[in-house]
C-alpha cells in the first residue's frame, strides 16, 4: 500500500514540476502581466502599469485607495471585460462598446438576405427519426458533387517564418494556410499594384499583414482593408504602419451591416479582391451578399476559406436556389447543417489520437466513423457549390480546392473566383 501511495507521490511530483518547468519556459517579459493563463498555457499579454505585476483584468480586487475598497465589475456594455467601480460612469464614456454615431457605410441589416425561412421551428437530428436521417443521407450521396482537387501552393514571403523550428503546431498550421492562400492570390494574378484587399473577418488581420508583406517586398502600393465587427487586441496592423507602399483601412462593422459601395477608400480603388480565412458560418454568406450588393465592377477576385457550416443559417445562405433544384427542402437544409459536423469529428479524429467513439444514435444509423465523415464532408461540399452558383450570377468564373492538408487544418477547402475567364482553369459545377 505504502509503495503504491509512493509511487501516486511521485507522479503527483513529476507532474507538479513539469507544469512549473513549463510555466518557467516562458516568463512574463518586462512590462508583461505576470497571471498563467493556464487554458493558454501561456502569460497574460495586457501590459502593466510601472512598479506592479498584475494588469487590471488579473490585479487582486480587495486592493484600498483613499480608505476605500476598490473593486471590479464587468461593464453593462461588454461583459467581456471589467472595470472599477467607482470609475464605471467615466469608462462607459470611452468604452469602446458604446453606441457612437455610424459612418454612412453602416446600413443595418443591409446584406440578411430577404427570404424568410418557411418554417418557424429549428429542425435538429434529434427531433426525427432515424427513417428521416436515413433517407437524406441516401438523397445527400447522389447529388451531383464535383472532384475537388488538392492545390496547396505556397509564397516565398513566407518562407522564412515556415523554416523557423520554434514555432508550435498552431503558429505553424496558420503560416502554411496564409502561405497557400497568398500563393493562390499569386496564381489568379491579383497581387497588383493599387489593388484593394479587404478581408472579411479579419481578426488580428494575420493574412492582411502577409499580403501587405508581400506587397511591400515588390514595391506595389496597396490598401488593405480588414474588417471585423470585434476590437480585437495585438493586431497586426501596426506592423505595416512604417511601409510606405502599404495604407491600412480598418473598418469595425458587423458584415451584415457593411456597404462597401459607401466606403470612398474602396470605390475608388482601381482594383478590389476579397479575401478571408475561416470565415465563420454565415458569415460568408454575409460577405458573399456585401460584395454582390455593392454593384462595384472593379472587383477582380475572391477567395474565401470558408469553415464552421454547421452555424450557417437559411435565411442569409446564398445558395438556396441550387439546394432547391436539388431537392433539399429547408427542412432537408437544417438537418444538413448537423451533418456538416461530422466532418470534424469522423474517422480523421481516429487517426489523430482523440477520442471519438460512434454514439447510440449513430449505431442506429449503421454508420461508420469514416461513413459519418465522408457524409459531413459532402454536406459542407454542397453548401459551398450552392455559394458558387450564386457567384456564377454574377458573372464570375468560380473553382473549388482543397488549399491545405486536411492534418492541417480540417476545414481545408477554398473558394476562388475570377472575373477573368482566364486567370483559371474553373470546374464546370452545374
Known sequence: MSSASDERSDETSEDRSEESAEQNENEPKSGQCNFFVARKKRFCKMTVRKGEKFCGEHRNPDVFKENDLVIRVPCPLDNKHTCYAHLLKKHMKKCNARCLNQPDYVMK??????????????????????????????????????????????????????????????????????????????????????????????????????????????????????????????????????????????????????????????????????????????????????????????????????????????NTY?????????????????????????????????????????TDRLAGLNVSPQECEDIGRRCKLLFDCGRLRYLEKFGYKCKMVYYTDKNVSPENVCLIASSNPLDIDFLNLF
Not at 438523397?139 to 514555432?167: R, W
Not at 432547391?324 to 429547408?330: E, I, K, T
Open 109 to 314: 441589416n443591409i446584406n440578411r438576405g430577404m427570404n424568410p425561412c418557411e418554417t418557424s421551428v429549428k429542425v435538429t437530428l434529434s427531433s426525427v427519426e432515424n427513417d428521416v436521417i436515413t433517407q437524406l443521407i441516401k438523397k445527400i450521396k447522389l447529388a451531383v458533387v464535383p472532384a475537388v482537387k488538392t492545390d496547396i501552393c505556397n509564397h516565398p514571403v513566407l518562407s522564412e517564418e515556415l523554416s523557423n523550428d520554434q514555432y508550435g503546431a498552431s503558429t505553424r498550421k496558420h503560416l502554411l494556410q496564409n502561405s497557400s492562400l497568398l500563393g493562390h492570390l499569386s496564381n489568379l494574378g491579383v497581387l497588383n499594384p493599387e489593388t484593394c484587399f479587404i478581408e472579411f473577418g479579419a481578426g488580428r488581420g494575420q493574412l492582411s499583414y502577409w499580403i501587405g508583406e508581400a506587397m511591400s517586398q515588390q514595391g506595389m502600393p496597396c490598401l488593405l482593408v480588414p474588417v471585423d465587427r470585434a476590437n480585437n487586441r495585438h493586431k497586426f496592423d501596426s506592423r505595416l504602419r512604417n511601409e510606405d507602399a502599404v495604407k491600412i483601412l480598418r473598418l469595425r462593422v458587423d458584415i451584415a451591416d457593411l456597404c462597401l459601395a459607401r466606403v470612398p477608400e474602396i470605390k475608388d480603388s482601381g482594383s478590389i479582391v476579397a479575401i478571408c480565412k475561416h470565415l465563420c458560418g454565415d458569415a460568408t454568406d454575409l460577405a458573399l451578399r456585401c460584395l454582390a450588393s455593392s454593384n462595384l465592377s472593379n472587383i477582380s477576385g475572391i477567395i474565401m476559406a470558408p469553415c464552421c457550416h454547421h452555424r450557417i443559417d437559411w
Open 318 to 358: 446564398v445558395g438556396q436556389e441550387f439546394l432547391q433544384d436539388h431537392n433539399f427542402s429547408v427542412e432537408d437544409f437544417q438537418l444538413m447543417s448537423s451533418l456538416a459536423s461530422w466532418a470534424t469529428c469522423g474517422q480523421s479524429n481516429f487517426n489523430r489520437g482523440k477520442e471519438c467513439k460512434p
